[in-house]
């Protein structure tokens, strides 16, 4: 069954640090682009950030450029979004996808989300 | 970057009805345009994308149209399960990727 398994988030205090994972499965992991996207309560989806197969390339909106950081361990099977001086903004719920194919291309494949709280 | 307007935000259709749901970007995004279904607690769910391929699993009974700056999914005849928001998004014109605000699909 191919799945996407969220971890990491919390409770964090404006100014912090947190990193989310995603565990792939059943699916060639190393094969396809991955992205985050976010929703903040009661809001509508946002794209955060989106890496390439290999990793050689990522992509950020500008609201968390400089602040956040996508990678991935492909032998590990697993997408990481490391997230420095979180602001109140910040919070909502991740979702780790897999792209259909291409960088510039539909999220197929979603994880249940993982719940970030950037709050004092 | 690229606007994506849904409308109605609302719409409120009776089971077994067909639902038009539109979407308008703010410029061309060819047909890279896909459609998600989002239910409450749960993720999105991919539906269309090229705007008009059927993503793997999903009824018959959603399709989706357009290219350039007018898409609409249609639901033909609207199941109980089928009540949900739904997003689109574009992927043409990026980064960064953009959604739409959401159309709610609730019972009439």
């Known amino acids: 069954e191919v799945q996407l398994l969220e971890s990491g988030g919390g409770l964090v205090q404006p100014g912090g640090s947190l990193r989310l994972s995603c565990a792939a499965s059943?699916?060639?992991?190393?094969?396809?682009?991955m992205t985050w996207v976010r929703q903040a309560p009661g809001k509508g989806l946002e794209w955060v950030s989106t890496?390439?197969?290999?990793?050689?390339?990522?992509y950020y909106t500008d609201s968390v450029k400089g602040r956040f950081t996508i990678s991935r361990d492909n032998s590990k099977n697993t997408l990481y979004l490391q997230m420095n001086s979180l602001r109140a903004e910040d919070t909502a719920v991740y979702y780790c996808?897999?792209?259909?194919?291409?960088?510039?291309?539909?999220?197929?494949?979603w994880g249940q989300g993982t719940v970030l709280t950037v709050s004092s | 970057e690229i606007v994506l307007t849904q409308s109605p935000a609302t719409l409120s259709v009776s089971p077994g009805e067909r639902a038009t749901l539109s979407c308008r970007a703010s410029q061309s995004v060819s047909s890279n345009l896909a459609w998600y279904q989002q239910k409450p607690g749960q993720a999105p769910r991919l539906l269309i994308y090229?705007?008009?391929t059927t993503a793997t699993g999903i009824p018959a009974r959603f399709s989706g149209s357009g290219s350039g700056t007018e898409f609409t999914l249609t639901i033909s005849s609207l199941q109980s399960e089928d009540f949900a928001v739904y997003y689109c998004q574009q992927y043409n014109n990026w980064p960064p990727c953009s959604f739409g605000q959401g159309t709610k699909l609730e019972i009439k």
């Open positions: 059943g699916f060639t992991f190393s094969s396809y682009a």
């Open positions: 090229g705007a008009s």
């Open positions: 890496i390439s197969a290999s990793g050689g390339s990522t």
């Open positions: 996808a897999k792209l259909v194919r291409g960088l510039n291309d539909a999220f197929d494949i």
